[in-house]
């Protein structure tokens, strides 16, 4: 799949322990899936919440299409994740303990030309965790660069 089918939010994994995913469709406008076929998304400071039983995901920054008309949508707003009732109940459960967040970890384009955005279920790292990841990181890269 090529970069432009699928937007990665790489400092998700960083900050996070994810232990659960899901895969939710989203509701969008048009210009907005034109964007995304685009590659003209961004994860700062996105996450998703609960609100009234429905799962939203916020902060999401979907850039303005290029070529759109003045009905353009707005870059940065809330938008609904579908998902079953049981996903949703099972989230709310694990919501409910303590270090627990939704995060959205990466939205692609499916088979069926629908756009999706994969979630996931995660606990945040402590500082000293974030500095391990880096050391583990860098020791693979050093390995590969000596051996390749």
Known sequence: MDMAKEMNNRQAYF?????DKYVAGIVLLGTEVKSIRDGKVSFND???LFDDGELWVRGLY???YARGTSNNHI???DRKLLLTKRELKKMGVK???????IVPLRVFLNEKNLVKVEIGLGRGKKLHDKR???KQRDADRDLKRYIG
């Open 15 to 19: 900050n996070y322990y994810i232990e």
């Open 46 to 48: 996105a996450f998703c």
């Open 62 to 64: 979907i850039a303005e």
């Open 75 to 77: 870059a940065v707003h």
């Open 95 to 101: 919501m409910k303990e303590k270090g627990f967040t």
């Open 132 to 134: 391990d990841t880096i």
